[in-house]
């Protein structure tokens, strides 16, 4: 059960960067930056109709051909993060910490400033540690994919925090 859990995350993450990609393609494919991290929770939603693509420019190295793309089971939006514990000041047009206390979610390995795809965590934390009104619980999301999917149910739960991840190969 964990490792079917595990492979629609990656799964879904691979849809991910498959999106970004699509995006970069006006670009010739390169990598851009992303400046913002991503909180995602569990979906289910319908699998699109013309669910057949091919995978190129992977920096995994696994381009796929002919991938069958399944049902939604993992929607992520935008989120700031800061500190745990902090009051969120946030920051302002160039503004960096300490003047605020956002972190930048874009990293800056050997000066570079683009990334290949995002890392996911997954966390737990109690209900009542949440804050904000109450949460829906079906959508209607548009993407490239599938076009309008409306009625997509989420969990009640945000179960992954994604950032923006450089990938280098080797050590």
Avoid at 84 to 109: D, K
Avoid at 110 to 128: D, I, N, P, V
């Amino acid at each position: 059960m964990k490792s079917k859990c595990a492979l629609r995350v990656l799964a879904s993450i691979g849809i991910l960067a498959l999106s970004a990609t699509v995006a970069q393609a006006g670009d010739g494919g390169k990598p851009f930056a992303m400046p913002s991290f991503f909180v995602c929770q569990g979906i289910n939603a319908d699998a699109p109709t013309n669910n057949v693509v091919d995978v190129d420019l992977s920096v995994f190295g696994i381009n796929p051909q002919r991938v069958k793309i399944g049902n939604g089971v993992l929607a992520c939006v935008v989120a700031k993060l800061f500190p745990g514990g902090s009051t969120h000041v946030p920051c302002g047009p160039g503004e960096v910490p300490p003047a605020c206390n956002e972190i930048a979610p874009i990293p800056t390995p050997s000066g570079s400033l683009t990334q290949e795809g995002l890392k996911c965590y997954g966390f737990s934390t109690g209900r009542k540690s949440a804050t904000g009104t109450s949460v829906p619980n079906q959508y209607t999301v548009y993407d490239n994919l599938f076009g309008v999917d409306s009625g997509v149910r989420a969990s009640q739960v945000v179960q992954y925090i994604c950032a923006p991840a450089n990938f280098q190969i080797g050590f």
